[in-house]
């Protein structure tokens, strides 16, 4: 079966790339914002020749770039590509997406690769993928770790350095994106769809104004890791996970809640959070919010688990410790910006303290399906983040 040349997904249309895109493509590639992780903007006669290398590719191979619209837009907002890429005189498919700066941070590129990720799978029979991007594009890294690629290496793309991420086998790329995302069209997790799905699994109506109160503390400006981002994780975490648990209503009500107040000068942070969800959930019978509450204060990381759900829990909050290093990587910076506070060196020595407690532990996981997904790079991505801490600390001053 062909490639097809229009898609649509939830929220965006695409069509193949045609002449008559030049002028779309032009207001891309002058947009410096937009090209600022593209190698820069483009002249007019460069876009040209853009144009011209990519509709060969559509004639030569029956697939390429594809053009990007919200759902009944006029104009083009951004761009996703499947093509062939040679670097290091091997071969292999890119994915690639790029949209204006207004529609940046709402999921589009999420949304738009994976739908071609799929493609990839299916019509191309392609079992890897690259992606290419420069080292200061953290946005674009977050979108490829999301979709299964990790770095690789480093190298060179028409004289620029960029960073090669590689995907896992597609067969399973997808697999867990059906499981962590119902629909490939969710790009990335919707609050309100994911909290009413929480709520069919207590069996009851949610509580009025509780989620708005929630959103709002997990897009407080302090934070840059415990976000809506991490919410989204811990849940693609638990979709993925093969064993289900004993109290799905309670485990996922602990999930929303578990980060609700985060201060990094305080120390009682779950137990303000578990307090929060007694009051707001109150409506519950009290020994839904007993256990609520008892799986909020164990993701302290202080004591073992005492029952099958505060296990999953935990490895569920610390899944991004086994995260593909790009995305350990954008971890660590963003912890480092919650704490920006703290003086620098004060902070390597109190990071590398709490990193080498998790790497001096037995075993990360406690149930057998994250040990053996996650167990052995979240020792390896420890490691390397201690020698660096060890590294580059800095004299006392």
Known sequence: ????????????????????????????????EMM????????EAETARYLRRNLDHWANHGFGVWMLRTRGGDEPIGRVVLRWLSTESVDDVEIGFAFLPSHWGQGFATEAARYCVELAKTELDLHTLIGITTPPNHA?????????????????????????????????????????????????????????????????????????????AYEEPHRAYHTLQHLEECFSGLASSPVAPEDAGALELAIWFHDAIYDTRASDNEARSAAWARSALASLPSPALDRIEALIGVTQHEAEPSTPDEALLLDIDLSILGAAPARFSQYESQIRREYDWVPEAAYRRARARVLGQFQERPVLYHTPWFRGALEARARENLGRSLESLAAEELPEE
Do not use: Y
Request: hydrophobic share 35%; with cysteine; proline share 8%.
């Open 36 to 43: 600022r992780g593209l190698g820069g903007v483009r002249s």
């Open 140 to 216: 674009s890294q977050r979108v490829l770790t999301k979709l299964g690629f990790a770095h690789e290496r480093d190298t060179v793309v028409e004289g620029t350095r960029c960073l090669l991420f590689r995907s896992i086998p597609l067969e399973l790329v997808v697999t867990r994106a059906e499981r962590a995302h119902p629909s490939h069209a969710e790009a990335e997790m919707n609050p309100h769809d994911r909290w009413r799905e929480t709520w069919e699994r207590v069996g009851r109506t949610p509580p009025d104004g509780v989620l708005e109160d929630l959103v709002r």
């Open 1 to 32: 079966m062909p490639i097809p040349e229009s898609f649509h997904t939830a929220r965006l249309e695409a069509e193949r790339l045609r002449p008559e895109h030049l002028a779309s493509l032009q207001a891309f590639h002058r947009d410096p």
